[in-house]
């Protein structure tokens, strides 16, 4: 074959190839950033997110934030720069319990509920197990954070 005709068919069957789909195009979508640096343990407010759009050189490696929900309110685990992607792995929920600070303890079961006081002995967020002391016999357990700020434990 001539090396014009040879160029010729290379290039039909690119194309081909390319129509019929085998190369990967880049999908546009819109991702949230952030607008100033956000330090670890910050919390994201939404004066602080924007949208813009992004279309992937490469694919991604991880998950990244899409929505402004997947963000306004949670606390950051690293610091999170200007423009930059934010994966959901660099996102925690706030805690609700605060290591030290007194919480309400409570066993329900039935029509039985007990409740005593307790001091965590490590942060949680809601639906976290976390370690607790209490206050009266010093023994130690562990209890589930409840949406309102309580601790549940179940007998075992």
């Known amino acids: 074959m001539a090396p014009s005709l040879l160029r010729l068919v290379a290039a039909a069957v690119l194309a081909a190839g390319v129509l019929a789909g085998a190369a990967p195009a880049s999908a546009e979508g819109v991702v949230i950033v952030v607008n100033r640096i956000i330090y670890p343990g910050e919390t994201i407010g939404p004066d602080a997110i924007e949208e813009v759009a992004f279309a992937p050189a490469k694919p991604l490696t991880s ?23 934010i994966p959901v792995s660099s996102l925690r929920e ?12 409570l066993f329900v079961q039935g029509g039985l509920t007990i409740a005593a006081t307790a001091v965590p002995l490590e942060p949680g967020a809601i639906g976290a197990v976390v370690k607790l002391r209490n206050i009266d016999s010093g023994k130690v ?4 954070v409840m949406a309102d700020g309580t601790v549940r434990v179940g007998a075992t």
Do not use: H, M, N, Y
């Open 63 to 85: 998950p990244v934030a899409t929505l402004a929900e997947d963000v306004e309110g949670k606390v950051a685990r690293r610091t999170l720069l200007p423009g930059k992607l």
């Open 94 to 105: 706030p805690f609700l319990v605060q290591a030290g600070s007194p919480v309400a303890v």
């Open 141 to 144: 357990f562990s209890g589930i």
